[in-house]
């Protein structure tokens, strides 16, 4: 039993079937990719997982809980970060305010009203905060405004801040589009790191195979809303259905 | 007034063909910083030119200069088109002069369909491919027409942004970062449009992370580093060229 | 300058009054209008110009040497017709400018708590434009003093005219100001008009804020009603009545006779407004620049003169108001407040405009001729808008201090401030 | 120094230096002189100062930080200054009862509207808010006249009840609002030459409460909780992701703020026992919008100035009419005084709203951080380090 | 039952000046997203148009006439309008009876014009910044252009009455009189909404503005030079707001401070309506005219006292409550 099990889910934008009969289970500490072609509903499955997207049908349990009918910050309490696919971060604060946020959330759960502490007392998570920013490469840029950021420093600090939460489960949405090669070799070393320190299961879409079959432990093609196969990365390359809707003639992973 | 600069100062140049897009001596700024400072490049009619640089060399920097976008601010230097002077342009004019940018952010316009988001390409002439053309060419957006731009996927989108460039009559096309998010199948498709145009006579800068795949459809490339040309020449010269690749471009 | 025993004890060579207007907001015509008649004054005061009703006031210790030999000068303030604003702009002249006695307004809402300021304040406030009952009613004070009519007044002005136009069988429907003025003026001239006989089919308080009554005229029609009591005044007036007279009310016939329309309480400003409007129909007024005693005349004469156009009521009572504060400060010899209140208390005059006029003691009211006028058919000028049907005597509209109308408040004692 | 950064305890030092020194800085002028037209150093004025001060450093607690802008908060103001002159009419005319009970009023009533207006953001939140306080305001002027007096506004009478305290003094009289017997007309003059300087009880007490809700405001600005909500004005949907609620913290935001104007509101009424129902309309409302904007919103002393602004011009040339304008200008020859006199007239006195629209106009346009940002350039001219900094959010849209 | 129809007569005819009120601020404020507080200003300048057309019509020479007297018992000085003497007494006096529907053509090139300098001249500035900003900015140029106009006209009511034909009553249904000139204000607003829809619906306009809005950025890389059509549509808008003033007056004399009256009430109006919905704008504006109508019927007032003051807050909460983007609100704006 994985951490993570979608049985049977679908879900319907009006005429259009995004997702239909989507099983999937991922198993604890390991990274999960999800592949497929443009629009074959993978971020329509994250969605799901997360609560922006309620399925019409199906279930997903997350660590032996349903996560359907929980809020957003509800299932994020529960151990499940994600990164987006166009970076999602508090454009009008700092680097290091945007990093202080997960960790308040992770201590204090919900809600919690400080409203007379000061920020700077809690030199603990300041130092966490630093930790994390150093480990990717963005302690320099710790009081820079974030909506002056180049768009991969954006992506690079969207990651931080969901991996300085701990999650159980970490969703990755393309985490290394538009990431300079350098850039992108960092952050699978930092996801490896993270995989084997932190105890961490990963779920990953992503677009370069280099990335895909670097991290992944086994790998889902979707296509057209549906599971096209499921196998080890090995399997998955040389699959003929893989390499004709998806990977092409030229794929060089 | 239309008289074409001397380029000739400009060592980096060597080829004899007439320039179709010069870039010269330009300096560009957001705000207070200094972002740009002082490129000056050439790219001749008919050929693809790789943009290449890290994160936060500028390079979007650049194709936002060349388009005219109110930012960042161009405080020097000059822009040429096949003899206009795209420097004293608004974004709107030098569209209307054929330049074509697809942002890196793809800039889906929330609240169109689709096809709105492409009729709206159509509206001030001079237009460009027929919407059929376009959804012959990405089918996924002809499929969608009806639906709201920005719910479509992120590839589906970036499909979008291509086919609203070519929906114009342009004689320049600015990509930036146009495979980002696109499955390989998509990508061998777009680089064969890409070659396919080419072949039509339309001009290329093409800004894009994945440098080898970049390079091997490019006639020429221009690296960029904090602001500066570090390298102009022949995309063959960087593919060879192993101390280049590693220091501006880690492959 | 705090150990005289009252508050703003003036120098030896000036004094200060407050002159508190609507200077924006609706009213703020007739706080200009009121400003000019209080420059005027003071302009008399000092000495200046014609002299105005000094010449006719029939207490003659008003020299044109100022009050007690003290320059007058003044400061004005905004009331912008609030009572927060208004009662801001009087504490910032009493505390800033040291002014000794306040002045002014258009509206009752704004006397009341103005005049409640002045008490706690301790320094004399003699009212403007108020008409509310309440101001020399429940919400009387010591140290205030009303120079015009009121609603009760009013009422008993009109009704024996409206009895003679109009007949005794009367249905009355009421729009009413849903404020202290509108009530007090609704209930007194309902009183008076169901003394002739008439029924009072219905009252509907209308938010001061409207400015279309359309949808408060059309039960009207409905409702039986032969006359239609606008107890509305400024831009309520002139809108209801303009809507009224456009839902064809003054063409009617209903109960076999003619639909009228009463505005109880009239001004030139609003009749030049509600313009056509406003023909033939019947209010009350306090002063009107036709009135052809010496007073008014020398009045109109002098106020004419200076600003090119007759001064409204407004105008005439803030300027009787200055000179009467004067006197009475002259006649106490002392600008105490306490003094003055002593010296209006039951003062008589005359020559300021209305005939006789007496400032009862019990209540701070004064008591005067009250003119009911009617909108003119055939004006000769932009300032002959109105005609004075009749002028009712002192003695017709005097009630006595108890009237239940006017019970509930105390006037306290005379508060010198500091 | 009170648990603050060092750039915040300085910014605190100097609004505690202003504020008690303020009966100074603000008479600067001899009381003879032509300008003494503008000193604004009397109790009234000084009160109000500081507490439309503290209403809107609270409106800023929730614009200036989580971005909703609320068009009703008149409304809480106008609850805590009804709920104060109840205090005085049935219990005594100590103040400190008044206030408190103004501050729970408004508070109470803040979230009930509050949690009701939360359920939508941007301009449908500001249209609830208003529409909220629109009611309450007709409501006080009209059906609730029993309560409220209507448009005279509630006042005081000779007989009040005040079972703690006297319905009138031994000479007739209301008796006055105070603090434990100190009476908040109490005022002392001191005259230093020309200058002439006036203490007032109630102004020190009105200082006393601003410093403390500055105080706090820092507090919360700095605050983990300041910082979310900063989070939630920056981006709502990454709040969510992060495993965070928006609501309860906007609506504690809500709430903190509508206590503030419930204070300020108590404090008026504490100050001038009057309570109208004018300062619950919209137009209230709007002002403290326009307080805070043109002081710069999301800035500490920004609201701060914003209000003192618009309350001097309210007051100050509101007063100046063509008399003292002639006095001003009777050096000149004849011709030329009524030349100045005649330019000048259309915005002093009467105009003084044209002035204020032109003001708005100019600040708006040139500096685009309010006032503060004007503060921080002339700081900089000067080659200092910027006086009155704030935190590092920028005043973003209320979106 | 004839005072229900009177009151639904009522309610359309508050309607029509909320719908145009309502239609021309959405035009900015829903589509163009500037917080226009000076949209009432704009309203109330529309109806001063009518108020200086019938000053310039009555613009008049002075004869002295020595056998009367004024106020101050000078000789009175008779004043003859030039247009009563160009054109004689009959023509004349026509003419400046129906000053009114003439300053439609007298209004419509000054708002259009007022329009444009307003946005070229500030608005444009302004798209950029945060709404704030533009709150405290339009604010200001409302009060400056009110305090202007009370300069100028003072601060009472000026009558300007309809012309002599259109202000009697006329019989809309068996036995039911209604005031002619609030039958014609009705019928103008509905062919102003409806030019102004077929304008926005007949053309690209009304999506290209509205892209624009979303992202001005892009739509000028399309090759679209928004500015020129964010400035028409301003016109657009100042000139609908004009025109509503305009055939105002009659009913409720002009005054400097009516725009600010109607100002809270006409974004209630847009909101409850749904930000960026033209139709929704209209359909609000008529709704809550009617309601208010039928709220201050005298037996709902002695039913629930006080809801004629309260009724159009009171459904504008109900509204948004039940539907988050009013009536017909798209997506995304001003959320
Ligand atoms: N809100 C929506 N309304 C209608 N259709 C939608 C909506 N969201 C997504 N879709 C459609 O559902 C399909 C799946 O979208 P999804 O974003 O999940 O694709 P994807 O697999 O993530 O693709 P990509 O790799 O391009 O990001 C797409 O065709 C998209 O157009
Ligand atoms: N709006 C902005 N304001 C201020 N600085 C900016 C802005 N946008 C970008 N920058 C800065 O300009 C520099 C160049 O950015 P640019 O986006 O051109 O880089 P790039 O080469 O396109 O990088 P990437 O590969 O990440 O897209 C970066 O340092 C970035 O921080
Ligand atoms: C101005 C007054 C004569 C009438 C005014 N409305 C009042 O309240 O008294
Ligand atoms: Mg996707
Ligand atoms: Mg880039």
Redesign the pocket.
Known sequence: MGILEVKDVGKR??G?K?LSDVNLSVAENTCHAII??????????L?CLVGKLIPDTGSVMFDGQSVLGRSPHEINQMGISRVF?TPEIFSDLSVMENMMIPLFARRDGAYRLHAYHSVLSEAELVTKAEQMLADVNMLDKRNMHTASMSRGDKRRLEMAMCLIQEPKLLLL??PTAGMARADTNNTIDLLKQIKDSRNITIAI?E?DMHVVFSLADRITV?AQ?TPLVEDVPEKIKGHPKVKEAYLGETAHA | MNVRPDFSKNANHAETAPAFLSVWDMHSYYGESYIVQGISFNVHEGEILALLGRNGAGKTTTLRSIARLDDPQVNKGEIWLDHQPLHRMKSHQASVAGLGLVPEDRRIIPGLTVEENLQLAQITPPIGWSLERLYDLFP?LGE?RK??GV??????QQMLAIARALARDIKVLLLDEPYE???PVIVDEIEKTLRLIKEQGMTTILVEQNAVRALQLADRAVILDTGSIVFDGSAAEVLENEGLRAEYLAI | ASHSGFTNAPGDSTVTLGFNVPQSGPYADEGADELRAYELAVEHLNGGGDGGMMGTFSSKVLDGTGILGRKVEYVTGDTQTKSDAARASAKSMIEKDGAIMITGGSSSGVAVAVQGLCQEAGVIFMAGLTHSNDTTGKDKKANGFRHFFNGYMSAAALAPVLEGLYGNDRKAYHLTADYTWGWTQQESIAAATEALGWETVNNVLTPLAATDFSSYIAPVLDSGADVLVLNHYGGNMVNSLTNAVQFGLRNKQVNGKNFEIVVPLFSRLMARGAGENIKGIVGSTNWHWSLQDEGSKAFVKSFGTKYGFPPSQAAHTCYVQTLLYADAVTRAGSFNPCAVVEALEGFEFDGMGNGPTLYRAEDHQCFKDVLVVRGKENPTSEFDLLEVVEVTPAAQVTYSPDNPMFAGGQLGSCNPGA | MFGLQKKDTNLLLIVIALTMLAPFILNPFPTDSGLAQFNAGYPDLMQRFVIFGIFAIGFNILFGLTGYLSFGHAAFLGVGSYSAVWMFKLLSMNILPAIILSVVIAGLFSLLIGWISLRRTGIYFSILTLAFAQMSFALAYSVLTPITNGETGLQITLDDPRILGISQTADGSIPVTNLFGMEMRATTDLALGAWSFTFSMGYYVCAVLMILAFYMSIRIFRSPFGMMLRAIKSNQTRMNYTGLNPKPYTLAAFVISGMYAGLAGGLMASMDPLAGAERMQWTASGEVVLMTILGGAGTLIGPVLGAGMIKYFENIFSKINDNVLHTWFSFMPDGLENLMVGILHPFVGKGWHLTLGIIFMLVVAFLPGGLVEGGQRIGRMFGRKKPTDDTSAKTEPAE | MDAILLQILNGLDKGSAYALIALGLTLIFGTLGVVNFAHGALFMIGAFCSVTLQRILNLSFETVDPTRTDFLGNPAVIKTPYVIDWFGESTGAAIIDWSVPLAILFAIPIMLVIGYVMERGLIKHFYKRPHADQILVTFGLAIVLQEIIKAFYGANPIQTPAPEALSGVVEVLPGILYPAWRVVYFCFSLVVIGAVFAFLQFTTFGMVVRAGMADRETVGLLGIDIDKRFTLMFGIAAGVAGLAGVMYGPINAPNYHMGMDFLVLSFVVVVVGGMGSLPGAVAAGFLLGILESFASMTWVIDLIPGINQIIIYLVAIIILLVRPRGLLGRKGVME
């Open positions: 934008f009006g259009l995004a497929g072609p443009n629009g074959a509903g993978k971020s329509t499955l969605n696919q949405d393309e879409i677009h979707l809303g | 996924r969608r639906q709201e719910t479509l996927s992120g590839g589906e998010g696109l499955a």
